[in-house]
């Protein structure tokens, strides 16, 4: 049972690094279905509006995008974060009460206003665009 989990989370985590599109011109299920659900809990739990929203209905390439992103976010700031716990480790004890806080501070500020950016980035792009074409994929025409 615990072999089992552990080889399905292995697996979800290797197709989250896969490409958003396959070289056969499908798209990666797992963002696709982080996106979806992504968007679900967004509109239906959380109430928020598709305007403020980091998730679409939108088309399913602008989801598999949405999902990449959000899975991209809590990797840079754990990323972002890992000097600070270098440093927390290396410092003497009497240097870090005060310098290691202003730093922790400091990188807090930074990766909020980093988080800001790429919200309002993400919100205002040209992919939410009804007409945007994908440079990399190309929709299935019935």
């Not at 985590?13 to 490409?19: K, T």
């Not at 990797?75 to 003497?92: D, N, Q, T």
């Amino acid at each position: 049972m615990f072999l089992s989990l552990l080889s399905n989370m292995l697996r979800t985590l290797q197709e989250i690094f896969e490409p958003q599109v396959s070289a056969s011109n499908t798209l990666n299920p797992t963002l696709l279905s982080i996106g979806q659900r992504g968007y679900e809990i967004q509109s239906k739990y959380l109430m928020i509006s598709d305007q403020y929203g980091l998730f679409t209905s939108g088309p399913p390439r602008l989801q598999v995008y949405q999902g990449f992103v959000f899975f991209f976010l809590p990797c840079m700031l754990v990323a972002s974060f890992i000097p600070l716990v270098f440093m927390g480790v290396v410092m003497p004890g009497e240097t870090r009460s005060g310098k290691f806080w202003v730093l922790v501070l400091v990188q807090a500020l930074l990766v909020g206003f980093a988080w800001a950016i790429i919200w309002v980035t993400e919100c205002s792009g040209k992919r939410r665009s009804p007409d945007y074409v994908w440079p990399d994929w190309k929709a299935r025409v019935d």
